[in-house]
């Protein structure tokens, strides 16, 4: 955490000297301990809504489930092979190998990708599109993007809310 303020407080002679005993005993500053004692005070509290609170407008729900995905648009009309990592209402988190068939950048805003997914206990299949929005390296076999929905069918959006909500 940045330490960019100064505070300053009055206190008595037995806090102080208690403040000090405990820092002796840490290996810390006075300063460092007064400062954990009061992120856990607020935490506690929950006072800190920056550490919990979630910045994204729909949680995502982890998951690991194969996946077919398609560049709309393409000469080709095959399908690549990937991973969805983790999925909510407004996106997906998929991983896909390197040397797929699909050309994925966030470039261009007409590039569009059809993706199709079974959730579990789902008899039917979940067909979305969506548009890539960050793209990042996985690892040496892979890579990790993360895209919006743009259109999807109804009864797949249904199927998608009954399984996150």
């Known amino acids: 955490m940045k330490k960019d303020v100064t505070i300053c407080f009055r206190t008595s002679t037995q806090i102080r000297g208690s403040l000090e005993k405990i820092a002796e005993e840490e290996r810390k500053t006075v300063s460092s301990v007064i400062e954990t004692i009061l992120y856990n005070t607020l935490k506690e509290k929950k006072a800190l809504p920056a550490i919990s609170k979630e910045k994204r407008k729909y949680a995502r729900k982890k998951l690991a489930i194969p996946a077919l995905i398609n560049e709309i648009g393409a000469e080709t009309r095959e399908f690549s092979q990937g991973t969805i990592l983790d999925i909510s209402l407004g996106g997906i988190r ?72």
């Open 94 to 165: 998929m991983s896909i190998p390197r040397g797929a068939k699909c050309e994925i950048s966030t470039d261009n805003e007409t590039n569009e990708l059809n993706i199709v997914f079974a959730l579990p206990y789902e008899s039917r299949p979940v067909n979305v599109k969506c548009r890539p929005q960050r793209i990042a390296d996985a690892a040496e076999d892979g890579v990790q993007v993360g895209a919006t929905f743009v259109d999807s069918d109804f009864q797949s959006y249904q199927t998608l809310q009954r399984y996150l909500i």
